[in-house]
């Protein structure tokens, strides 16, 4: 029993060391606000990045943090697009907006649009039917 106790010891020494660093801070910051609800991401503006992906299947998303965006401030924005697949196009529409990246392209885009009070919708031209969404800016 006594060449247990020194194990026991340094087993307890470690286990309290690593609880200790599980509380730290994290070293990331957002200059945003944000106000998550049930499935829907309203955000003000001020340096704020979306991201928007099409494919590889028929899938398409606009996110915020993971969110999807249902509801903006208006402002400029930062829209990190990815399309990934040469079938499927990313298409954004609304008030002072219409950009889209090329049906047959695959790639990141990066752009930045002032987004109005309206309506905003997106979708792949070719599959506008089944791959679509929207969201709302105000104030």
């Given amino acids: 029993m006594r060449g247990t106790r020194p194990v026991l010891v340094g087993t307890l020494a470690f286990a309290a060391l690593a609880l200790a660093g599980c509380g730290g801070s994290s070293s990331s910051s957002t200059t945003s606000s944000t106000t998550t609800t049930s499935s829907s991401t309203t955000t003000t503006a001020t340096g704020s990045t979306l991201d928007a992906t099409v494919g590889p299947g028929f899938t398409i998303t606009l996110t915020q943090n993971g969110n999807p965006v249902s509801t903006l401030t208006s402002g400029t ?38 987004l109005q009070n309206g309506s905003y919708h997106f979708q792949c031209d070719p599959h506008a039917a089944t791959m679509n969404g929207s969201f709302t800016v105000s104030g």
């Fill in 77 to 114: 924005y930062t829209i990190n697009v990815d399309d990934k697949s040469d079938i499927h196009n990313f298409h954004l529409t609304g008030p002072g907006v219409d950009k889209s990246t090329d049906v047959s392209g695959t790639g990141t885009q990066t752009w930045t649009v002032t």
